[in-house]
């Protein structure tokens, strides 16, 4: 049965916007589609138009996403409406992988590509929701690469907040696609924004007085008066008393989350029988995703929500998050605390959303937050269908009142999608291997290289691109993975082993892991993963066999590290970080994941998606080609021991 709306105006109910009709008729057409529209403008029933077309037609689509939350939201909603027709693949989570429609995390996409052609050679579509996470800076290359390297027949549906260098994406993907890319635009939010600025101390300030206010905080600091902007609620206050909840806060500090919804336990924001419902929900989703509700924590978020209130960061326990998510999705959380996480593709819009501050920590400095950051979050605020205006607070201190900085974030021009091409060891082994030194000709592909001959008017080289490849082909003959275009045993393993794969290669090869018992090789491969928050505290696992495991693991990792060095390469591979391995190995030996606790300071939901990781990593090992089938063995028993209890994606993404 085909599907087909040319000509149509309504889908699924739904009266179609213009931006949405001239995209679904680009895909009916055949063409690849690329789609900017302000967050919450209805991007999402494209990409469902795509899913039902292709099920309709008997072709099979992929579905990625940046991050597995979302992911696995998308396979909640599609399977809810298309059964067993859909599956889903992310490392953590394998079900259903021979469905017509599989949600796929870009990673996995692209490791496809290079390492299991077969398994999409009938794939005809692929989404890509959030294409403007090309640009983030440690995972963008994924999604150039996925785009570059996918088979030339598959047609791409991508889909993004607003960016104004759209048509430039959509000409570079059209010169690496050789197809038509059809790029359709939308500005107008069917949800319009009013964005205010709330100056803590003083109150609102209208944005065209913001120099005379900046100015008047300055003469009262001068002065010696005090203006120091501690945040007493009394903006939140505000919001609640006119009814314009539920509120989205954001703030860009797990800790400063959890600490403002405790201190906003506000009285009357839920009804008795409101309070009465979600407690009793919360209650039956504790017992569904097998959370003790006995437990502290679960106890903490319990308090929270009796009162409507509740906190979401990527530190809290995932089958928390996933209550706190539920709850909101049913009305009966009004105030919800969460980081910049939370904005990117979840389908959870709200009534208004406030910021704690304009600017955020990066880890070294704090700076402004993006326009297009500023409007990702924003554009959580109005409910289609159910406000006619989306509120947004803006918050500063008065001793941080920066009058041009607001500017520039709030009303300054969106920040176009920069190139982040940047092949790892894994990439190049698979393209040297294949192409020899045409590899090097891969960088006149990349975007970055488009932009620049579109703003020059020529091809021009990229040498840093080339000094990149040819330090790490150094690198790779040095240590035995290459010899000439040949992979040798190293190398074949290397290339099937996306991400860690330099350090798991010479763990492996270097014998570290051969004689390593089941719960060793977990803390092993555990060190591979974890890095070190600032402020966390680790027990000592000081065994013998702990010593020579730090020992032997650190020189086989310093082997690339040196190799890395005298080739001037910066960004060495990561050494491996034993802070975890206390934690691990007690987890591994059966611990209940509460006591965890008392070996690390680390945060339950870093400590659940290091040991995930940990798990994809002995995957990768047991699939590895070279692997003695006693190593294989091993592997199988760590994972077992590893994937049980809250660490379990997949029974958790089971439960629904």
Known sequence: MELSLLGKTNYKGFDLDPFQAEAIEAIENGSSVIVAAPTGSGKTLIAEYAVEKALASGTRLVYTAPIKALSNQKYRDFRAQYGDRIGIVTGEVSINPDAPVLIMT????????????????????????????????????????SII????????????????????????????????????????????????????????????????????????????????????GRLIGEVVAEGKIPILYFAFQRKKAEDLAFDSRISGLLSDGEREEVLALFDDLCVKYEVPAAGPLAQRVRRLVSYGVAYHHAGLLPTLKEIVERLFQSGLIKLLFTTETFALGVNMPAASVIFDTLDKFDGIRFSPLMTREYYQMAGRAGRRGMDEIGYVYAQTEPRFFNAEQIRGVVFGSMEPVKSRFNPGYSTILNLYSRIGDEIFAIAEKSFAAFQRKAKRGRAVRDDGFTKIIVSRLAVLGELGYLDGTELLPRGVFAAAAQGCEMQLTELLFSGVLEDLDADYLNVALTALIFEQRRDDDFGDLNTPEMRNLVREAEAAVNRVRRAEKKQGIFNRVKPPDFGLSLAAFYWSRGAD????????????????????????????????????PGLRSTVDEAVSRMNRGVVDAERQLRRG
């Open 149 to 232: 390297f996918a088979p030339e027949r598959i047609r791409f549906v991508c889909l993004s907040a607003t960016i104004p260098n759209l048509s430039e994406l959509a000409a570079w993907m059209k010169t690496v696609r050789r197809g038509n890319i059809k790029a359709v635009s939308e500005d107008v939010r069917p949800v319009p924004l009013r964005h205010r600025l709330y100056v803590r101390s003083f109150g609102f300030v209208p944005f065209k007085k913001m120099d005379d206010a900046a100015g008047h905080c300055k003469r009262i600091r001068a002065k010696g008066g005090k203006s120091d902007g501690r945040n007493d």
């Open 106 to 145: 870009t990673e996995i996409f692209r490791n496809e590509i290079f390492d299991s052609p077969k398994r999409i050679a009938s794939v005809e579509w692929a989404v890509f929701d959030e294409i403007h996470y090309m640009d983030d800076d440690e995972r963008g290359t994924v999604w150039e690469e």
């Open 593 to 628: 994941f509460e006591d965890l606790t008392e070996v690390c300071s680390t945060d339950q939901g870093d400590l659940v998606r290091t040991f995930r990781m940990t798990i994809q990593l002995l995957r990768q090992l047991r699939e590895g080609r070279g692997v003695s």
